[in-house]
């Protein structure tokens, strides 16, 4: 089957000054994304795992243009985002959504649930008149398995899976093309998380939608992820179709977080048991791999060279000296 690129990401890189200075040499940044480059294809799901503070959030908001890239190109149906200004981006904006963890803290508590969903229509469906936008947003709630009776309720009267689809009805709105789901199930009990992904699944069929998945949950990415890219500090450590990560991991990093999810336990990955050693600092990564520090392979070369991203076959790449 044909694969048809609709993100083509290029060494991006998002530093955050956390320290001025006069000279360039005395201002410390965070290298929170370092150098990304990765695709992602019409209607798949990409998943993006990696333990707290390795980027992905930040990614996924750099993505949408939240944030403005400190260097890189991100190119969407085969024009450049970067350096779009804001007019420019929003006529995007209706293309692409983000669906936050938090369904409470994304909605404005003082909003009824129509007004919530009726947001981005407001902005940007000026054409729809008060009674359409009603019906439509009745459509909406049925398609996330809710009834109209919600309409004029607030936020504060549901659950947390109930306030994740009313979330949801919001965000596929304005018909995206594209959607970051960012701990989108995170904060749900296992057996809601299920039903929200299968939510999301069956809106992914319905409406041609492109996921890029967000996690540190290693189950949860496995069960939703066409494709899964593992980050660390910034880096991709490696990206490949999702059986395949999870039959022939590369990475010594992929190789122990599939362990010990394997191993059955009831981890998540933010949990420090998961590999010996913390992780670093991002203000003090040293040179060469940046998994070095806690890495059971690492050797000499390790600890001088960065290893690039490398293809190991057309779809799977990994980033280390000693993958084969
Ligand atoms: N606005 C900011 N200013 C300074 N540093 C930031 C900012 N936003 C993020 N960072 C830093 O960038 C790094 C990546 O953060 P990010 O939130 O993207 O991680 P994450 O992978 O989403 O983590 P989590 O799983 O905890 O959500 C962290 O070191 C974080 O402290
Ligand atoms: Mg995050």
Same mark, same amino acid.
């Given at each position: 089957m044909d694969k048809k690129l609709l993100f083509e990401v290029k060494d991006i890189k998002k530093y955050f000054l956390i320290k001025k200075a006069k000279k360039e040499e005395d201002k410390v940044y965070?290298?929170?994304?370092?150098g990304l480059s990765f695709e992602i294809y019409e209607g798949e799901t990409l998943g993006v795992i990696g333990e707290s503070g390795c980027g992905k959030s930040t990614l996924g908001r750099n993505m949408l243009r939240l944030e403005e890239p400190t260097s890189g190109s991100i190119i969407f149906k085969g024009r450049d985002?970067?350096?779009?200004?804001k007019r420019q981006m929003l006529e995007l904006r209706k293309e692409m959504q983000f669906i936050f963890q938090d369904p409470h803290s994304s909605?404005?508590?003082?909003?009824t649930i129509k007004d919530i969903i009726s947001e981005p229509l407001d902005n940007f469906r000026k054409d729809m008149t008060n009674e359409q936008k009603t019906n439509y947003i009745i459509e909406l709630l049925e398609i996330v398995g809710?009834?109209?009776?919600?309409?004029?309720?607030?936020?504060?009267?549901?659950s947390g899976g109930q306030k994740q689809r009313i979330v949801i009805a919001r965000g596929i709105a304005l018909n995206p093309s594209f959607v970051v789901c960012d701990e989108?199930? &995170? *904060?749900?009990?296992v057996s809601v998380q299920a039903q929200v992904i299968n939510l999301l699944k069956n809106l992914q069929k319905k409406f041609s939608l492109t996921y890029m998945f967000i996690s540190h949950d290693l189950r949860v990415i496995k069960h939703i992820s066409d494709r899964i890219m593992v980050l660390y500090l910034g880096n991709i450590m490696e990206i490949a179709e999702s059986n395949e990560l999870f039959k022939n991991p590369k990475h010594p990093y992929t190789k122990s977080l599939i362990n010990l999810v394997s191993s059955g336990e009831?981890?998540?990955?933010?949990?420090?048991?998961?590999?010996?050693g913390e992780i670093p600092s991002p203000l003090q990564? &040293? *040179?060469?791999?940046?998994f070095n520090t806690r890495?059971?392979?690492?050797?000499?070369k390790c600890f001088k060279e960065k290893p690039l991203l490398e293809?190991?076959?057309?779809t799977h790449k990994v980033a280390c000296f000693f993958a084969n």
């Open positions: 965070v290298k929170a994304v370092d985002i970067v350096g779009l200004d909605m404005n508590p003082k909003l809710l009834t109209k009776d919600v309409l004029n309720r607030y936020p504060h009267e549901f989108s199930v &995170s *904060a749900l009990d009831k981890v998540k990955i933010n949990d420090k048991q998961i590999l010996k990564i &040293s *040179a060469g791999c940046p890495c059971p392979q690492a050797q000499d293809d190991l076959n057309e």
